[in-house]
């Protein structure tokens, strides 16, 4: 009797317990969920990341809201891609302060996926960059190149994109360069070269390849211009060593043409064209991929050609990463 009396003693303070301190049993300490759930994020355990984000959607944690949304957009794991359910998710932790969950739904009203019929596009990201998310003042500023949002207006594009660039937001850096190459009305090839260069030293491939193409334009306006076709190809390299696919191309075909002019040991010129050769030809094979290749292919020595596959299995699978 004395040992039943007990027993159900401890459970009714167990009972007493649960009730006063629900987190013990309910609602784990949303801090180290959040912990638990970014590991397994980094760890690419999607599963076990999503299961314990979607916990803390139920307990309203805008942080779960913002994460679980990108499950959806981007469809991590076994996840189907849901954009309405991203935005949705989103927008609650918009509302709750997550900044770049301010520019996303912005991104959201955008593409006409907003659950309010009165969004705009601009006041959300007007929010983004008031709260940090530089990149949000261009954002804004894109709205402003002709689209439903904002009547056309190159001075206040440049005006907001400015204002992110500024600040380092890389895409703004290159879509300022865009503005000032793609536009006659303020047409300037200096202001161009300077902000596709800023996003170069900030690790953008793209801002490499654009400026590359713009330097062989020159060289092809100005026969003979051997240093700028240095500066090209030294970019398109840049490019395509940052996972910029279409650049493998270009980058190949400028160390062929190198080394067809070439005094001197040629080797080096040779192994780079046939790696960026190949390395077109296995993201994007085509009648000209296959031509190029087999013409490189016909000056290498065969015993360079296993290493150099090796190189190039290598590089496309970080790519992939």
Not at 95 to 114: K, L, S
Not at 204 to 221: H, I, M, N
Request: hydrophobic share 35%; charged share 20%.
């Amino acid at each position: 009797m004395y040992n039943t009396f007990n027993g159900g003693r401890l459970r009714l303070v167990l009972l007493v317990c649960s009730l006063a301190y629900p987190s013990l049993t309910f609602a784990e300490n949303t801090k180290e969920l959040l912990t638990r759930g970014y590991k397994a994020l980094a760890e690419e355990d999607y599963s076990q990341s999503f299961e314990i984000f979607s916990r803390l959607v139920k307990q309203n944690s805008p942080e779960g809201h913002f994460t679980s949304a990108l499950f959806y957009k981007h469809g991590w794991g076994s996840v189907e891609q849901d954009q309405g359910k991203a935005c949705e998710l989103f927008l609650f932790a918009a509302e709750n302060g997550i900044p770049v969950a301010q520019q996303e739904y912005g991104y959201c009203v955008q593409q006409n996926i907003a659950l309010g019929s009165n969004e705009k596009p601009g006041d959300w990201f007007k929010q983004a960059y008031n709260n940090g998310v530089y990149e949000a003042a261009c954002d804004m500023g894109r709205l402003y190149l002709g689209t439903p949002w904002q009547e056309r207006s190159l001075p206040l594009a440049i005006h907001w994109c400015q204002q992110a660039a500024e600040r380092n937001a890389v895409k703004a850096q290159v879509t300022l360069a865009d503005i000032y190459l793609s536009n006659s009305e303020v047409f300037n090839l200096e202001n161009a070269e300077f902000w596709y260069t800023q996003a170069i030293n900030n690790d953008s491939g793209e801002a490499a390849y654009k400026l590359a193409t713009l330097y062989l334009e020159v060289v092809g306006q100005q026969q003979g211009d051997e240093s700028t076709a240095n500066k090209a190809l030294y970019l398109m390299e840049i490019a395509s060593s940052r996972y910029i696919a279409k650049a493998y191309a270009p980058t190949a075909k400028l160390y062929w043409k190198k080394l067809q002019t070439s005094g001197k040991d040629s080797s080096e010129l040779l192994a780079k064209s046939y790696l960026w050769a190949k390395a077109a030809h296995q993201v994007n094979p085509t009648e000209d991929s296959t031509g190029f290749l087999s013409e490189v292919e016909n000056e290498l020595p065969g015993k360079w050609k296993g290493k150099l596959d090796l190189q190039v299995e290598e590089f496309l699978t970080n790519a992939k990463q």
